[in-house]
């Protein structure tokens, strides 16, 4: 369901599948054995969802991004070898058990757009938009996977959802609940850096030319950091378990971290993309 976009696009369910199935890397195995758990997960709980089309947006160098999602996951990666944009949505519901019917029903009450605009400075930005007019919203959700050959800065805004930024080159500015949040890339990170969530873990992965001013702080949780290359420099006092202020290069571009319940990890290595479905240390 795509509405209002400001340049004419098609929606080509096969291209968007070709793009997707000729760049492996972007699915590896680990997220397919992800895919499982969630599904037996989401079974229990009889969970019910449906998938849109998805929909393949031409697009031209660094792509920014502004995402508005009433509820559920956000994945933004980007992928060099793709040529287009491809938005894939899947609709969720979990009304309970003895309820599925409403579920169902209730998936056609999500509504969301995606739009095209020109931005500041040159370039496009890509507008995502989310909601639902549902008297009980708090039983659905929007699930977004967005793959693209580059990214610059990315904005989000969820609630009850993981975030997955993958090799931004740019700003970033995240907010969600309930939700783990993932911000890797190769790219020097040298912009602001704000990412906020609560019963979620934050996992911060760069390279050793990166900089920052660290400001980090897990509510019930620990932070934790490896830095592998570049000048790492956390000497203030107030530095504990839970809390976190370093210097990396030297810089004064604020990274800010913050969650509850979970733990915050840093970590400055070679290969930041380099993971599987779990971290345990950074």
Sequence with gaps: MLEGSVRSFVVIAAVAVSAIAGCTATH???????????DAREAVR????????????KTTGPLAFDVENFAGNVTIRADRKVTSTVIE?????????????????????????????????????LVVRSSTQSAEPHFLRL???ILTPAIDTVKVRSTRGDVVVIENQGVVDIETTRGDVRMMTPWP???????????GSIDYRVRGESK??????????EVRQRCLFGKWLALDASNNQERLHAVLNGGTNPVVLRTSGKNIRVAVVADPIVVGTEIVDP
């Design 143 to 145: 699930d977004l996977e």
């Design 28 to 38: 590896p195995l680990d997220e397919t054995v992800a895919g499982v758990r969630r």
């Design 212 to 221: 920052g001013a660290f400001d980090c702080e897990s509510h019930g949780g």
């Design 46 to 57: 009889s969970y019910t969802f449906s998938n849109d089309e998805p929909v393949e947006l």
């Design 189 to 199: 990170m040298t912009g602001p850096i704000t990412i906020l969530t609560s019963d």
């Design 89 to 125: 949505a899947r609709r969720g519901g979990s009304h309970g058990i003895g309820r599925r019917e409403e579920s169902d029903a209730a998936l056609k009450e999500i509504n969301w757009t995606a739009t095209l605009e020109p931005r500041e400075g040159g370039g496009d930005k």
